[in-house]
C-alpha cells in the first residue's frame, strides 16, 4: 500500500530558500496534512505517508471494495476527467455520499466510490487537480484504463463506455449495473431498494 | 413488493442494455456513409478485399486519439493485404461540434488519413453493429459476397501507450484469417467514450 501511496498537497512547499522557512514551511505543510486528514501520521516524519487524494490502486483491490459489506450499500462509479456525462453525473454521487455514508439510528450507510479510468499520465495533471478544484467529498481511486478482462469482472454486461455505476447490497446477490448517465433520483431508488429492502 | 418492483424494473434494464447489434459470426449490413472527401463509401467499394476492418471512432475521445495513429498503422500494415480501415464517427455532433463532418474532413486532413473515414450521421450503422463507444472496432471476413464479424473489440490491450501493448488483437485477428482460421480471441473489451446518440 505505502508504494502506491502519494501525497499530492506537498509539492508546492518545495519553495523554502534558507533552513529556517524550510522548516516552517514544513511544519505549516503538516498541520494542513492534520488538519484535512485527521488520522494521518506525522507525514514527513513517520514511515506511514498521509493518505492521498486520490489513491492508485489494483483491480485486485478494486475486486476487495466489490465485495458484499452487511453494513453499507456500495455505489461504484466509473468516470474519467474527459467524460462529460460522468461530470454531469458526479454531483449526484456525491450528494448521495453526503446524505447517506454517516449511519442514524444503525441503518446501513451508502458508501460512494469514485473510481478514475484517466489516463497514468493524467493523474497528477487532470484527476487530482479536478478533485480538488470540485471539492468531491466521497473517496475518489484511481484505477486507470481496466484490461478486457477487467471490464468483465466489474460486470459481464458492461461494454467499457463511461458513465459506468455498480450498485452493491448489503447481501449476497444484491447487484445492478448500469452503463449510462444516471439521475439523482433515478440513483436514490436505486440505492434505496438495497437500504431498505 | 419492492423486490419484485425491482426485479422487473432489472430485467426492464437488463433487456434495454443487453448487447444488441452483431456477434461474432453474424453477417454484417453494407452501408452507403458520406466520406470526408464527399464521396460515398460501402463495404461494396471495396470489390478485392478480403476483410474491412470497421472502427468506430471520433474526433473528441480522448481513448479515439489515443489509437489514432494506430488505426493509421492499421490501414498501412494490412490494406495491400486486402483489409482496409473504414472508420465511422457515429456521433451526434450536437453534443460534440469537434464531432462534426466539417471537424472530421479537418482532422483526416491534418492527419493524412489514408483510410475513409465516414459520419454515420443517422447513427442507424452504429446501433445495427451494435456500436457502444469509440474506438469500437468490427473486423469483417469477406464471405462470398456477405461480410462476417470475425472479431469485435479493442485494437490491442494497452489504449494509453502502444509500447506497453502485450496483445495485438486485431493484426492476431487478421493473422489468423489470412491462414485460413477463426481468431483466438474474438471479443475483447476496452473502456471508451460513450457513441453520443441523438436525443
Given at each position: ?197 | ?118 459520419f454515420d450521421e443517422t447513427q442507424d450503422i452504429a446501433k445495427s453493429y451494435g456500436a457502444t463507444r469509440t474506438p469500437h472496432i468490427f473486423l469483417l471476413k469477406k464471405n462470398a459476397d456477405k461480410y462476417e464479424v470475425a472479431y469485435i473489440g479493442a485494437i490491442d490491450d494497452n489504449s494509453e501507450s502502444a509500447d506497453a ?12 484469417l489470412v491462414s485460413g482460421k477463426a481468431p483466438t480471441v474474438s471479443t475483447t473489451k476496452a473502456v471508451g467514450c460513450g457513441i453520443k446518440w441523438k436525443k
Open positions: 500500500m505505502q508504494s502506491t501511496s502519494w501525497y499530492y498537497g506537498r509539492t508546492r512547499f518545495l519553495g523554502g530558500f534558507c533552513l529556517f522557512f524550510f522548516a516552517a514551511l514544513c511544519l505549516s505543510a503538516n498541520l494542513v496534512a492534520q488538519a484535512s486528514k485527521p488520522t494521518a501520521g506525522k507525514s514527513g516524519v513517520s514511515k506511514k505517508a498521509a493518505k492521498p487524494l486520490v489513491e492508485v490502486i489494483t483491480f485486485d483491490r478494486l475486486q476487495a471494495l466489490m465485495q458484499p459489506n452487511p453494513d453499507t450499500v456500495r455505489v461504484i462509479n466509473f468516470w474519467a476527467t474527459t467524460c462529460r456525462p460522468c461530470i454531469e453525473e458526479m454531483p449526484s454521487f456525491d450528494r448521495l455520499h453526503r446524505e447517506y455514508s454517516l449511519s442514524k439510528d444503525g441503518q446501513k450507510t451508502v458508501q460512494v466510490l469514485f473510481v478514475s479510468l484517466d489516463f497514468k499520465r493524467d493523474i497528477d495533471t487532470k484527476v487530482v487537480p479536478f478533485v480538488k478544484k470540485r471539492g468531491i467529498a466521497a473517496p475518489v481511486v484511481f484505477l486507470g484504463p481496466p484490461k478486457s478482462a477487467e471490464i468483465d469482472g466489474v460486470d459481464a454486461s458492461w461494454s467499457g463506455s463511461m458513465p459506468a455505476t455498480l450498485i452493491i447490497g448489503a447481501k449476497a446477490g444484491q447487484r445492478a449495473f448500469y452503463e449510462k448517465k444516471l439521475e439523482y433520483e433515478e440513483l436514490k431508488d436505486f440505492v434505496k431498494t438495497y437500504l431498505f429492502p | 413488493m419492492k423486490n419484485i418492483l425491482f426485479a422487473v424494473l432489472l430485467c426492464v434494464a437488463s433487456s434495454l442494455y443487453a448487447a444488441d447489434g452483431y456477434k461474432v459470426g453474424d453477417v454484417a449490413r453494407d452501408f452507403t456513409l458520406k466520406n470526408v472527401d464527399g464521396k460515398m463509401v460501402s463495404l461494396a467499394s471495396y470489390p478485392d478485399a478480403k476483410g474491412v476492418i470497421v472502427v468506430f471512432t471520433c474526433n473528441h475521445c480522448p481513448y479515439a486519439k489515443a489509437y489514432e495513429s494506430r488505426v493509421i498503422g492499421l490501414h498501412k500494415a494490412f490494406a495491400s493485404k486486402g483489409y482496409p480501415v473504414v472508420a465511422i464517427n457515429p456521433n451526434d455532433p450536437a453534443a460534440y461540434p469537434e464531432d462534426s463532418f466539417e471537424n472530421m474532413a479537418k482532422r483526416a486532413k491534418e492527419k493524412s488519413y489514408p483510410f475513409a473515414y465516414v501493448v502485450k496483445e495485438k488483437y486485431v493484426e492476431q485477428a487478421i493473422a489468423a
